[in-house]
């Protein structure tokens, strides 16, 4: 398996590899299984209420153009694309192939600097929803709501989720403190929960959720609808190294840790022999320069450049710095499958309330 330990710690999930036939079969039978609606499937016009999360790096147009065929819809983070001409030629892609809502994740703090010419973009294509996260979106509201344009944004607890609701938000998406990436602090029911007591507009659950039976503690919390991303980084149409993918299948929950190395707010990472040499804190000068008010703009652009870059060069190329973004919800990862073969999963847990053995504990 090349670079990463096989740990043991997870079963491989028999019948997926060794029984194909048997997947034909639940694959036909969630497939013929009524639509589950809630607020997020009406707002959207698809099947189940499940987002493909935006994922930085991860995400690409073939993803979310599978994700639509399978009823459900994806996002990408638009800082995934270099330039605007990439930008889009991937919105074209997925236009032409599918007339599905899918989403388009934009960074609306002052740490993306192409955030105009990306909105612009976005409000030109007419992209179905947005996902905003970091930052006031404001701007981003203003443009697209006037366009029936959905924006849906990432709030960790109530105080963010009022102010973006009397921006004008169409939707939560409540990040939790099992979420993949910058996650949240609280756990899902109390976050789920203090939203829909506070908040008028619907609720997303984003974080934790592996398989179906987690999908429908959500639902069942208040949630219309789950955004789901580390479950998906090995699918087959995700553009990711082969040993990033098999770390997703073969370490778990309890190998995530939370790293300040990359942009120095906490962010989850797989804990490979590698971060565990390099620490995950950062060092007293880094944290000395983050932290003058003087110079500290600067540094921590220097700091998220190069955590971007240790990023980009681990996700893609064989490398021995292997910093691997993933959240606890890789437990529930058995195997690189397509996309599709991942909803199926999912569904089918929700629709049969079928639980696997995890090793990670819900605190919710
Ligand atoms: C590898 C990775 C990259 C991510 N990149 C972004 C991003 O660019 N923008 C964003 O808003 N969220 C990002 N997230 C967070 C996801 O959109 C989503 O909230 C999270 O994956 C949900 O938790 P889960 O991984 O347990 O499903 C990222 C998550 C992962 C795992």
Redesign the pocket.
Known sequence: MGKVPNLGIKPVHSALLLQPLLLYFYLIKVYTVQKIETELTSMLGIDYPIIM????L?SNAQMVIEACHAGITGAI?A?NYRNDADFRKALTEIKSATNKAFGI?LIANKSNLRLDEQLKTCVEFRVPFI?T?LGSPQKIIDACKPLGIKVFC?VIGELHAKKVEEMGADALIA?NN????HAGKIAPRLLITTLKKHCKIPVIS????GDGTQMKKMLDYGACGI?????F?ASNESPVSNDYKMACVHYGAKDIVMTTKLSGTPCTVINTDYVKKVGTEQNWVERFLNHNKKIKKWSKMVTYYKGMKTLERAAFGATYQTMW?????IEYVHAIRPVKEIVAELLEGYIEGKSKPIAHAHNS
Do not use: K, Q, T
Request: proline share 13%; glycine share 20%; net charge negative.
């Open positions: 999360a935006p994922m930085f991860v983070p800082l994740n996902i996260s990432d990040v099992e979420a993949g990436g984003a974080g934790g959720v955004s789901v991303g580390s479950p980084i973004c993933a959240g606890p919800s």
